[in-house]
């Protein structure tokens, strides 16, 4: 006798066949039903997710995607004091940018404003992105002007945390 093959009752009485495939179905019905809970909970865990990332070891990558584009990739320690400042969006020695619009939470991060050099006038910036406690995103669109052109500009800046502790020389910094 092969095996899958004997199945004499059913041929004989469909109502049987229909039965038998009840029993498999009923089994299957209850793993089928509980993956539609399981994707809702991971899809609902997000919006309860983050609200900051993580302190630790970064890696940070600032893109230029155009007109010109260029890539900028550095390690740094994050402590937990520096959390905030790198949430709150780019400004450095070179600029100075104030957000008037900061929507940051539940993974999510939104900034409008504009960032100046100290002898330039004031540019408008505005990105959006999401975070997790080890990922960071966001896209920027920079409108600046050079010659009386309008020039946009799109830049991104995406890290990732390498790990929870520095290397000695950038625990310092």
Known sequence: MRFGRRVPNSRRNPMLWCEMMRQPIRMLAAPLLAVPFALAMAAAAPAA??????????????????????????????????????????????YTCTYPTREIGGGKIRLKGSCATKDGKPVPISGEGAFTGDTFRVDARIDTQLGGLSIPVRARTTAKRLGDTCPAETAAG
């Open 49 to 94: 997710a983050q609200d900051a990332i993580t302190p630790g070891y970064w890696e940070t990558t600032n893109q230029m995607i155009s007109p010109l584009p260029s890539s900028k990739v550095e390690r740094r320690c994050i402590k937990p004091a520096d959390v905030a400042k790198f949430m709150q969006g780019p400004s450095n020695h070179i």
